[in-house]
């Protein structure tokens, strides 16, 4: 009876504090040490959701070898074929060829491979996004059934140890441009969450002069030039070449198929052809506590029903996105 009472006196008094904290802290939030304390208490629901679904869900060897490859290098690299057995990659090459051939999109291309500089998101004028420059997509979109497939997301959650948001899809034509490398072509740990995956699947051959993706095994790990939570990760040209020899860096070139899972907290770059373009669509994979999640903010929308989402990883991954 006493504690029936004492209850909600405690939560009265304790109530404003705890207003009181989140308003004097909320402006730290994406700042180290508070950041980290936050970023447990906030997943501490997807990291149940995932301890009960993992009692249901096995992985296949394949998937097994890309988390375990993640955890040791951050970043694992297969060919769409082998994770969707029976799955058309041709059905996608189709969808995100069509997109590319849109009269607006070839103009602009052209406008770029002659030199121009159209106005664009972020200042990246050299890539044309044919699904706008905050992405519209339709989830019955084959690309999207990879990107909220079960396999990918056993695979993303596998890594995380919870259940993960789609906090990013976009659809990418890097064309050829001269001079020095710029914004992502230079080499930067991301600075969203502390453990970001992002997949990058190669919609036509990439090659050394085609701004292949490039990143330094390990660097997922706090180490040298450690990362910043939501602030600048950009270190000055040469360090990390001369930290890193080649034989330390990997470059990945692949042909069209290519699916390349990454921890981006770790450094890497790419997107700079030299000759031709890149054509790639990617998605970016993140806990609740990543910047642009946390802030609501909504870097693609999704259109259609999402009742044909199959697993409750799924409909978590999307589940902060509206139409
Ligand atoms: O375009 C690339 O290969 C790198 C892009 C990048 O840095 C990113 O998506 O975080
Ligand atoms: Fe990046």
């Known amino acids: ?65 890309v988390i375990r490859e993640l955890k040791d290098t951050g970043i694992a690299v297969v060919e769409l074929s082998d994770i969707f057995s029976g799955f058309t990659f041709s059905d996608i090459q189709a969808w995100t060829e069509a997109q590319l051939r849109s009269p607006e999109i070839q103009e602009r291309i052209k406008i770029i491979e002659g030199g121009g500089q159209p106005r664009a998101r972020g200042g990246k004028y050299y890539i044309v996004r044919p699904l706008g420059d905050v992405p519209v997509i339709d989830i019955d979109a084959a690309v999207m059934g990879v990107t909220l497939s079960e396999s990918i997301l056993r695979i993303v959650c596998g890594y995380f140890g919870m259940f993960s948001r789609l906090a990013a899809v976009d659809l990418w034509y890097n064309v050829a441009t001269p001079g020095p490398d710029e914004f992502s072509q230079k080499w930067h740990r991301d600075p969203e969450d502390r453990a970001i995956i992002k997949t990058f699947l190669y919609l036509r051959d990439v090659d050394e002069a085609n701004g292949p993706f490039c990143y330094v095994p390990g660097t ?24 890193f020899p080649p034989n330390l860096r990997r470059v990945c070139t692949g042909k069209a198929g290519t699916l390349i899972f990454c921890d981006t907290t770790g450094f890497h770059k790419g997107g700079h052809p030299s000759k031709g373009a890149r054509f790639v669509f990617n998605a970016m994979y993140t806990t609740n506590g990543a910047e642009p999640v946390a802030r609501k903010s909504r870097l693609y929308h999704l259109k259609g029903a999402r009742g044909g989402l199959q697993s409750a990883a799924a409909r978590y991954a999307v589940g902060l996105c509206g139409d």
Request: net charge positive; with cysteine; glycine share 4%.
């Open 1 to 65: 009876m006493e504690r029936a009472v004492a209850r909600p006196r405690l939560i009265r008094l304790v109530t404003p504090l705890l207003v009181l904290c989140k308003k004097v802290l909320a402006p730290w939030r994406f700042h180290w040490p508070i950041y980290d304390v936050w970023r447990y208490f906030v997943n501490a629901t997807s990291r149940e959701l995932y301890r009960r679904d993992k009692k249901k869900i096995s992985l296949t060897p394949l998937e097994a070898s």
């Open 220 to 243: 997922h790990r706090p180490g040298p030039l450690r990362q910043k939570i939501g602030r600048y990760n950009y270190p000055d040209d040469g360090v990390i070449e001369r930290r």
